[in-house]
């Protein structure tokens, strides 16, 4: 295996196709239960440059999106349906992976195009339908799914987003004719290929699909754009599916440039599927111009998802890293001083220079659509920044030379986020009060703009205030700061400016946390927990009774921090797992720590632990019943939610304590939910019986959940030490 995976790493000659076997497949015999996924498939390539490109198969709809995480986070998406349901109507498709590699290939040099082919299976005797084409961006593709635009006619029209419509409209031909993709059906005796293309709207970029079937086993027509393919005879037949890019490219890492030797021995030596494929999946986010977030939703630059990775993999990876992700967040920096969230590049560039055209008209815009756009609405990244740096520069196995490099390429940029920070935290270091801690910024409407990991609408419960940006970050920043200019000066290097201020600073935030603290009698648990109940579905309601009646009622009282405080600086009761980070970057006393962790361990609607599940991220039963109403039409965050950064952040925290069988507890619920690699997953009740099901837009890999990488190495440290 591990031989055909470094034969995929190799680039083959321009013009000369090869094969290309999975590097990943979802879900995975032994790994995943597939089950749970819910009819969901996918598969993870490299194309002849080494970028992944990941297909997968929405069994529940039918579509099928090709992610191609390359420079410009391109898509290609179908959908696909059974041709003739009972009634006229239309069903969802058995359609699926063909065994075998996939084909990739370059032509035209570096700088050509590049090609994968793969096969799909046709039900034997029956006809699909294709249609619902889409070649972009795939922000553009993941628009169109949170649209539910899935659920429209096959052949509806193509899912324009009103950007680019707008814009095209206002500047005429050629753009109008470049918003929709070319669709052309030729047939012999032999074969039958489908050919469908389209340019980016300012035509510096094309995408292209081909599909090819057998005449023998197959026949096609097209007709408003669907094309219907019909099997003939009884046994499945395939068809070829090839896409194709002139888009940029970047330049992926291995793993002996992101892994420590000692990690790599460590995961050789365990010869574990699991661990094989979390390093697989590292590498396929990993790249010399950035970390990526995710496949497929998010393969592109996200600021948080870097610089929160790169506190959990210390243990685990090359010191170099840190620079990559240091090296990634400062090219973006605002003049502020302010950490980018995301990147905006390639067709999703083009929308958000488009509109600020039209709603600007500043005509030099239309110089380069595609010039790379960012985001700065987040707030805990701003205050990342500075922590990764602190522990880079606290690393005594980096030479002083290549630190004073980095400092000669970035310390201007660093020094002005240090001034950000600084700046953001100082209302509450002079006067530390509730109202003068770092808040959300505001959106158009008033409210407060979810700026930290849980940036869902309701992810803070409507807060103003995150505990984990005030209780966790800025804190830890002011420290790093303290050592970031303690170490600049030791090279020679000027320090930060204002740093005398800092440790005063230090000192109030540290007591941050006593406005999010809530407080409840066993009393006020039992009844607001009732109520909750009482809120619930019959079949939930009686669930989760059950659990109540197993486990008795609370004796003593309940403590936990608030998720977050309203505009008023009063704390919003509900209960998350936000403090995970707190205990693993703070030092707590035991009292303050069995505090903190009480909670993970409590059973659900008490605190926060499923059995079968693992860590619900939130539990609201003890907030008003708005709050209830808000996180059951967005579930994202939701108490329906568990999320895999979260359990390897309390997993690492405990891998530093001697807590063994919290630790057994928590790993065991989550292997049990057979989603433990998801990015995030859930659950549903079927005749009263919990079962975990894959979360629909969760990555099937993401940066932040293969930091259980580190957590693995760490408990094994942990065992061996003992």
């Given at each position: ?30 790994l ?49 349906r ?32 590049r ?54 409209k ?13 669709i ?45 393919i ?16 002139d888009g940029g490219?970047?330049?992926p ?5 992101i ?35 995710g ?28 620079e ?55 707030v ?9 740096a602190?522990h ?15 400092v ?49 609408r ?7 205030f995150?505990?984990?940006?005030n209780?966790v970050?800025?804190?830890?920043a ?13 090279l020679?290097?000027?320090?930060i ?9 230090v ?75 707190w ?15 009480r ?24 907030a ?63 005749n009263?019986?919990?079962?975990p099901?894959?979360y ?20 094994n ?6």
């Open positions: 295996m591990l031989l055909a995976f470094i034969l995929v790493m190799q680039v083959a000659p321009a013009g000369v196709p090869r094969e290309s076997p999975p590097v990943l497949q979802f879900p995975t015999s032994g995943d239960d597939p089950t749970a996924y819910e009819g969901y498939t996918a598969r993870v390539f490299r194309d002849s440059r080494g970028n992944a490109v990941e297909i997968y198969i929405e069994g529940k709809t039918g579509r099928v999106v090709h992610l191609w995480a390359d420079a410009l986070n391109e898509s290609i998406g179908f959908t696909v059974n041709g003739g349901g009972q009634g006229g109507q239309e069903t969802n498709a058995a359609v699926g992976f063909d065994e075998g590699p996939a084909m990739v290939g370059t032509t035209g040099g570096r700088g050509g195009r090609s994968l082919r793969y096969a799909l299976t046709v039900p034997g005797g029956r006809s699909i339908q294709l249609g619902q084409w889409l070649l972009g961006s795939m922000r553009v593709e993941r628009d169109f799914g949170y649209a539910g635009r899935v659920r429209d006619p096959i052949d509806a029209p193509t899912f324009v987003v009103p950007e680019m419509a707008d814009f095209a206002r500047m005429g031909t050629p753009y109008t004719t470049r918003l929709t993709p070319s052309r059906l030729t047939s012999t005796a032999r074969d039958w290929m489908l050919q469908v293309s389209q340019p980016s709207l300012d035509a510096k970029n094309h995408l292209w699909l081909t599909l090819r079937g057998d005449a023998r086993t197959t026949r096609a027509t097209l007709a408003k754009g669907v094309l219907t019909r099997g003939l005879g009884t046994r499945a037949a395939t068809f070829s599916v090839e896409i194709a890019t490219a970047l330049q890492l291995s793993r002996k440039q892994f420590t030797p000692a990690f790599q021995r460590f995961a050789d030596s365990t010869k574990s599927p699991r661990i094989e494929r979390e390093v697989r999946g590292f590498e396929l986010l990993s790249s010399r111009q950035k970390l990526m977030a496949l497929p939703t998010y393969a592109t630059y996200f600021g948080r998802d870097m610089l929160m990775t790169a506190v959990l993999m210390e243990p685990v990876w090359s010191d170099t890293m840190p990559f992700v240091m090296g990634a967040a400062l090219a973006k920096l605002a003049e502020s001083g302010e950490v980018s969230h995301e990147e905006a590049l390639g067709g999703q560039a083009i929308r958000e220079n488009a509109a600020e055209f039209l709603r600007t008209g500043d005509s030099t815009l239309l110089r380069d659509l595609q010039k790379t756009r960012e985001n700065y609405w987040m805990d990244d701003d205050f990342q920044l500075p922590v990764v602190g880079y520069f606290a690393d005594a196995s980096v030479s002083n030379a290549r630190k004073r490099a980095f000669r390429r970035w310390g201007d940029a660093l020094r002005r986020n240090i001034g950000y920070v600084m700046h953001r935290a100082a209302p509450y270091a002079h006067d530390p009060v509730a109202i003068n801690l770092v808040s959300f910024k505001r959106d158009a409407d008033g409210y407060c703009h979810p700026g930290s990991w849980r940036d869902s309701v992810g803070y419960a409507g807060g103003c995150a505990f984990d940006v209780v970050w800025v804190p830890q002011f420290k790093a700061i303290v050592a970031i200019d303690s170490a600049l000066r030791a020679g290097e000027p320090g400016e204002h740093a005398e201020l800092v440790p005063a600073g000192t109030a935030w540290q007591r941050a946390a006593r406005h999010f603290m809530v407080a409840l009698a066993p009393a006020e648990v039992a009844a607001r927990v009732g109520a909750k109940i009482g809120s619930l579905p019959p079949d939930e309601a009686s669930f989760w009774s059950g659990i109540l009646n197993r486990n008795g009622v609370l004796s003593d009282t309940l403590r936990f921090p608030a998720v977050s405080l309203d505009s008023a600086g009063n704390p919003i009761p509900v209960m998350s797992t936000d403090p995970g980070m205990l693993l970057l703070e030092h707590q006393d035991s009292a303050r720590e069995a505090e903190l962790l909670p993970f361990l409590l059973p659900y609607p008490f605190g926060l632990f499923i059995d079968g599940v693992g860590l619900a991220v939130a539990n609201d039963a003890y008003a019943p708005a709050v209830w109403q808000m996180f059951e039409h967005d579930l994202y965050h939701s108490p329906r939610v568990v999320w895999g950064r979260e359990v390897n952040v309390l997993l690492a925290a405990l891998a530093t304590r001697n807590r063994p069988s919290a630790i057994d507890s928590v790993r065991n619920a989550v292997a049990r939910s057979g989603l433990q690699y998801a990015e995030l997953w859930s659950y549903k009740f079927d009263g019986t919990l079962r099901v894959r629909g837009s969760s990555s099937d890999v993401q940066l932040w959940t293969l930091t259980d990488l580190a957590v693995q190495y760490l408990l440290s942990r065992k061996t030490a003992q």
